[in-house]
């Protein structure tokens, strides 16, 4: 961003503190705030202070997804959502096994404004991983369809997919259904570690309603700048 550029900030941006100290992730925080109003705290940090770091996120304004990608017996689910639904936080994550376990976590939410999000498959995992798994004759898509259609059917606000299957997922759970996308990334940068990638630009074309970003973002030399530039891809997708 130049100094004659006004600084664009979206909402539909989530930046993933993938770090593993707290300090690391309010660095980060500080230097992206500009651009972006809405974190993911994951499980590495959860487990490093990242409960007391969602409160302090939630009450410098932010925005928080906590993203705990939930799977246990029905009761363990449901009181687990309901203490992250005391924290405040924005959505939360559990995998889409089965009915019994998204219900549960619905109980949990109680009447708060918690939004649970149901993980279809990983964006690291193609046909060969789902073999190995015993879900056999599923590709990736195949699988997280049906996924899609389970957990719209349970109840639950929305999913996580990759990009490449959003309009696909579109299609199956209508418009009034989250679609929240991780394994963005803009245009040269490294894949990762990631199998399914997709530039913020098309994710949103392909009917995304939020993008999950870490590393471009977060171990980049300026996090700003990158920040910016994925903002600006955004809202250029959004007209």
Do not use: W
């Amino acid at each position: 961003m130049t100094h004659n550029e006004t600084a664009i900030k979206t909402d539909r941006l989530i930046i993933a503190l993938d770090f593993p100290t707290i300090d690391e992730a309010r660095s980060c925080v500080q230097k992206t705030s500009q651009h972006c109003c809405f974190y993911k705290i994951g499980l590495e940090l959860l487990f490093s202070g990242g409960q007391d770091f969602v409160k302090e996120l939630l009450a410098d304004g932010h925005r928080v997804f906590v993203d705990a990608k939930l799977l246990d017996i029905g009761a363990t689910v449901e009181k687990a959502t309901a203490n992250i639904a005391r924290l405040g936080a924005d959505f939360l994550t559990l995998h889409v096994s089965d009915t019994k376990t998204m219900q549960a976590a619905i109980k949990g939410r109680g009447s708060s404004s918690l939004k649970l999000l149901g993980v279809t498959v990983l964006t690291n995992l193609e046909t060969e991983d789902l073999n190995e798994q015993g879900i056999s004759g599923k590709t990736p898509k195949e699988l997280v369809l049906h996924r899609a259609k389970l957990a719209k059917e349970a109840g639950l606000d929305g999913v996580i997919a990759s990009a490449q299957e959003a309009a696909d997922i579109r299609e199956v759970v209508g418009p009034d259904f989250l679609i929240v996308t991780p394994g963005i990334r803009p245009v040269g940068s490294d894949i990762g570690d990631q199998a399914r990638v997709m530039t913020p630009k098309l994710a949103i074309e392909a009917g995304a309603d939020f993008l999950v970003v870490g590393r471009p973002i977060s171990r980049a030399d300026n996090p700003a700048e990158a920040a910016d530039q994925i903002a600006r891809e955004i809202a250029a997708a959004i007209v």
